[in-house]
């Protein structure tokens, strides 16, 4: 990679985080409930998350003591509305039994740093490291860039990464060309931009405000 070529990346990275502005919001709620959310919010959107939540808030309560109290058919239930309910309720089952186990008190997770609460989350299954950071990023206002579907393409499509790359890589790259204390909003800008112009199966690139630079522009379309 030549500096030349860095500095493109960085600019059309500059470009996207600038034109897609979306402010982050720290989480409301205890770090438990975050980290529940984060779960529950696994391949659904916002809507259903928020409905399972509640449901799930009214019916068994969202703390350690609640969730293990409850029945696995009931916290299912509650998780309906945002699907793949037979895979989360395991999950926030054995995240409660975890933080009770070996933490005794929920209220120590806020005191974790980053190492510790990857530590702590990567023994449960299905917590990723893309889980670990969005926890990171929204709870605890950490400066980094969570790497969901949206990030890993642009990041492949704009040059910055490859097919070999992978979670920390393609992070650890972005991080580089993103300025300190803006990684979190980068990560947003990157998710609406992903949503609005570089979609998924038909990007819109002549209406792109980095098609100049982007090595994968014409590869959607066909130029004239
Ligand atoms: S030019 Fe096309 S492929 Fe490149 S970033 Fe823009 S929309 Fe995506």
Do not use: W
Request: contains cysteine.
């Amino acid at each position: 990679m030549t500096v030349v070529e860095s500095e493109i990346q960085r600019s059309m990275l500059e470009t996207i985080t600038k034109k897609f502005y979306a402010k982050r919001e720290i989480r409301p709620g205890t770090q438990f409930e975050n980290l529940v959310s984060i779960i529950i919010s696994q391949n659904t959107n916002d809507k259903n998350t928020f409905k399972a939540i509640a449901l799930l808030r009214k019916r068994v309560g969202i703390d350690p003591d609640s969730i293990l109290s409850a029945s696995k058919e009931e916290i299912i239930d509650c998780l309906r509305p945002a699907g793949l309910y037979n895979v989360k309720a395991p999950r926030i089952i054995e995240l409660a039994k975890r933080v009770k186990e070996e933490l005794g008190d929920s209220q120590k997770i806020e005191k974790m740093n980053q190492e510790e609460v990857s530590k702590f989350l990567s023994k449960i299954r299905g917590i990723g490291p893309k889980t670990v950071d969005v926890f990171m990023a929204f709870s605890k206002g950490a400066d980094i860039v969570p790497v969901d579907t949206h990030v890993s393409r642009i990041s492949k499509r704009l040059g910055i990464t490859d097919n070999r790359d992978d979670y920390f890589k393609i992070r650890s790259k972005l991080e580089r060309l993103l300025p300190a204390g803006r990684r979190v909003e980068a990560h947003l800008a990157i998710i609406n931009f992903g949503r609005k112009v570089c979609i998924a199966r038909s990007p819109k690139c002549p209406i792109c405000p980095v098609e100049r630079y982007c090595p994968s522009k014409g590869l959607f379309y066909p130029l004239k």
